[in-house]
Structures are given as structure tokens and as C-alpha cells.
């Protein structure tokens, strides 16, 4: 088995490698802000389109939990992404023993979930989906977190709730988020809020109402983009009281 998970791995790895388009890397580079500085630094991409990523996970079903470790401690993205939509695969898949192990074992790696993409396409299905039913003050923790990424997974792991009309937690993780530096949060506590307004506008506008004056202009606009224009233009002028 181990041998066979190796083998799995190296083919994995290769048939990626095969996949590489130089120019969408760069225009990858730039897009997740990979310079100095910047969100991403120093992340490397091989310039693969996440739906052809979805395609080769689903060959690599059986890769274990060690070696989807091997994949996120890869400097490469395609291989953390690829190794993250194998685990959520493994986790639609799994019984509730094994659902547990995976959630676990996601948060022990939560410093290899770096960047937007990583946490969007995992957070809701694993993280939401096992704590749906049980107590959320691991959200509560990881959104106090000094570390963007984990914020990002505490609020955007709500979106499962807000599927299944349960909004409580997200408007608390807002609460706590409201003052976050990063664009990258203000962003990501916008688009739930906006959700929850798809669900049921009266509770997005009764947060709205508390809280509008003082949100970061970005979370606000996300918030209010389904709305319509006349009442957008109201809420993004402070005149609605």
C-alpha cells in the first residue's frame, strides 16, 4: 500500500507537470499576488485551470492522507489545490470516523491552506459541513487567529449553515470580523453576508442597520450587491438609519 500511494504520488505529480502552461502561470502570479510583499509571495504556479484539476483528482481518489500532506507542504499550487480537491472528494465519501479524521487532519494543515482559492473551494464542504451539527468554537478560535488564512476558513466554513438557513454563526464571526485589516476578509465577510441576504433579506438589513456605518467599504459593497439600486446607493451614502 505504501509503495502503491508512492506510485500514486509520483503520477500524480507527473501528469501535472505534463499539464503546464507558462503563460496562464504568469497571469496566475500576478492574480494571487505572489510578489514580495504581497498575500501570496513566493507561491508557485504551474498554470492549471481548476476544472482540469478537478478532472486528474478524481483519477487519485485512493492517495492517502500522508501523501495529500506531501501535496499541501508543496511550494507548488497545483499540487496544494489538487491535494485539497482530493480530500474533499475522500470526505463526501467517507463514513463519520473518517469524516472526523479529515476534518482534523485539515486543520492541522491549515498553514498549508494559503491562499483564497485553497480555503474557498474546501472550508464550506469540510470544515462547514462536519461542525454543522456540532459546537463551532473552533470558528470562533481560527477566526481570532493572527494567520489570514485561518480568519478566511472561519467565516467562509459558514456557508454550508447559510445553505441550510442557519445564520447565527455567520453574523457573529462578522461581528468579530468587522475590524480586520485585510482586504482579503473584508471580501470574504461581504460575500456571506450577501448570501445570507439571498436566504433572507431581513436578516442581512437587520445587521446592516447595526453595523453599515462602521464596515469596511469593500465588505459593505459586497454585502449589498444584490440589492437594489436605489437602496445600495442608500446604505453606501450612511442614509439609512
Known amino acids: 500500500m505504501v509503495k502503491s500511494n508512492l506510485r500514486m504520488l509520483e503520477s500524480l505529480k507527473k501528469e501535472l507537470q505534463e499539464l503546464v502552461d507558462e503563460k496562464q502561470a504568469e497571469i496566475l502570479q500576478r492574480f494571487f499576488k505572489t510578489g514580495k510583499g504581497e498575500y501570496g509571495e513566493g507561491d508557485v504556479f504551474l498554470g492549471i485551470k481548476v476544472p482540469i484539476q478537478r478532472q486528474v483528482a478524481k483519477k487519485y481518489s485512493g492517495l492517502s492522507l500522508p501523501k495529500i500532506q506531501e501535496l499541501l507542504k508543496s511550494g507548488v499550487h497545483e499540487h496544494r489545490l489538487t491535494g485539497l480537491i482530493i ?45 454543522f451539527d456540532k459546537k463551532k468554537n473552533i470558528l470562533y478560535d481560527l477566526a481570532r487567529s493572527n494567520n489570514l488564512w485561518e480568519r478566511r ?30 482586504d482579503l476578509i473584508h471580501k470574504a465577510v461581504g460575500w456571506m453576508l450577501r448570501e445570507v441576504g439571498k436566504k433572507d433579506e431581513a436578516v442581512l ?16 459593497r459586497y454585502a449589498i450587491e444584490k440589492f437594489e439600486e436605489e437602496k445600495r446607493k442608500m446604505y453606501l451614502l450612511g442614509e439609512v438609519e
Open 153 to 182: 476558513i472561519a467565516i467562509v466554513s459558514t456557508f454550508n449553515f447559510i445553505r441550510q438557513q442557519e445564520f447565527e454563526d455567520t453574523l457573529a464571526l462578522s461581528e468579530i470580523l468587522l475590524d480586520d485589516k485585510h
Open 205 to 220: 438589513e437587520e445587521f446592516l442597520k447595526q453595523h453599515h456605518k462602521v464596515m469596511p467599504r469593500t465588505m459593505l
Open 87 to 131: 480530500l474533499s472528494n475522500k470526505y463526501k465519501q467517507a463514513g463519520d470516523e473518517d469524516k472526523a479524521n479529515i476534518f482534523n487532519f485539515y486543520l492541522k494543515n491549515t498553514k498549508n491552506i494559503n491562499n483564497w482559492d485553497l480555503v474557498d473551494v474546501t472550508a464550506p464542504n469540510i470544515v462547514g459541513h462536519f461542525l
